[in-house]
């Protein structure tokens, strides 16, 4: 008889568990892609179709660690263990808002709020994406060669380099190129070739290995040879015109001497 009733208990309670736990929801998006270096805001917001809800605990929590949490008072605990500046907000009673100033690669994933309230618990999954980052290029010639260094790149990407319109990635000049990731998840990727006698500046570009496109590049020089090749053109102003412009020019020079002379 005793055996009974106890039974019967336990099955009402656990009824009411599941019928109390269709009232209270908790809303979040599901899947948010993350501009480079911009800031994101993930909502998780409580609603109820019954009155009298109250939180008793709500967090944010990655990989099982609380980001933050939230007290039955409305207080907020920051729990500090990432790289990156987030803050929580609690506004309108009902949102709890887990901010980040900038996504780092190795903060990607899934996001877990969770609430406990009078009328029951409930946990959502944000999965937070971070789009292609082409971060910062920067060419330079050191010693004697040409070398270019991403920073700040996701996911990852080549480095192809041409010189004019060929594409040196054909085997014809050697190429190094290192990576490496650093603790947020970005790449520095560096490279340099094996010849440097160019007057035409190296093209240094980085193909993303997603999506395939070329996200970013910069134009390498020899400032030597730079230079040589800016006074060379103030020195001959037909260097580059069509034709060998020294019988050109001595026939012009002739003609008008001659025209003068014969006045
Ligand atoms: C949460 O509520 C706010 C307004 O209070 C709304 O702007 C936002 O879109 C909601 N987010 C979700 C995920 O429902
Ligand atoms: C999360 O942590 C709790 C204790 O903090 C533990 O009981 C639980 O098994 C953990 N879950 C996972 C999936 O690691
Ligand atoms: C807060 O998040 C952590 C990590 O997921 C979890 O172990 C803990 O139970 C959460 N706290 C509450 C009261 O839900
Ligand atoms: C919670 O916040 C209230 C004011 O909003 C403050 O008076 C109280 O001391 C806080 N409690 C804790 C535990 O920080
Ligand atoms: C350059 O060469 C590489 C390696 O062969 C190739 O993957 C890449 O698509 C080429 N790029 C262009 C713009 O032709
Ligand atoms: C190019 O580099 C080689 C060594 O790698 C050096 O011997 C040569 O003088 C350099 N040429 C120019 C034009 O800088
Ligand atoms: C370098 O070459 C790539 C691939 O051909 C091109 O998309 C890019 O615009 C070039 N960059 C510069 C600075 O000329």
């Not at 008889?1 to 998006?29: D, G, I, N, P, R």
């Amino acid at each position: 008889m005793e055996y009974t009733a106890l039974h019967t208990l336990l099955w009402l309670q656990t009824a009411f568990v599941l019928t109390t736990q269709e009232f209270v929801k908790l809303s979040v998006t599901p899947k948010i892609t993350a501009e480079c270096g911009k800031e994101v805001t993930l909502n998780c917001n409580v609603s109820s179709s019954r009155h009298g809800l109250s939180i008793k605990h709500m967090n944010w929590s990655q990989n099982n660690r609380s980001l933050c949490s939230l007290d039955k008072e409305g207080n907020i605990t920051h729990h500090k263990h990432t790289l990156s500046h987030f803050h929580c907000e609690y506004k309108h009673g009902t949102q709890l808002s887990l901010i980040f100033k900038r996504v780092q690669p190795l903060e990607s994933g899934d996001y877990r709020c969770k609430l406990q309230s009078n009328q029951g618990a409930k946990h959502q999954y944000t999965r937070v994406e971070l789009q292609e980052c082409c971060g910062i290029v920067e060419g330079v010639w050191t010693g004697d060669r040409a070398t270019c260094t991403f920073k700040n790149i996701y996911p990852d990407g080549d480095v192809h380099w041409f010189h004019g319109s060929h594409n040196l990635s054909d085997g014809s000049v050697r190429q190094h190129t290192t990576k490496h990731v650093d603790e947020g998840g970005w790449l520095t990727i560096r490279s340099y070739l094996e010849q440097n006698s160019s007057t035409v500046p190296y093209n240094c570009s980085l193909k993303s290995s997603t999506s395939g496109r070329y996200i970013t590049s910069t134009l390498v020089q020899n400032p030597e040879l730079q230079a040589r090749s800016i006074s060379q053109e103030h020195t001959h102003p037909g260097r580059n015109g069509v034709g060998s412009p020294g019988p050109l020019w001595t026939y012009l020079c002739i003609s008008i001497l001659l025209a003068v002379t014969l006045k």
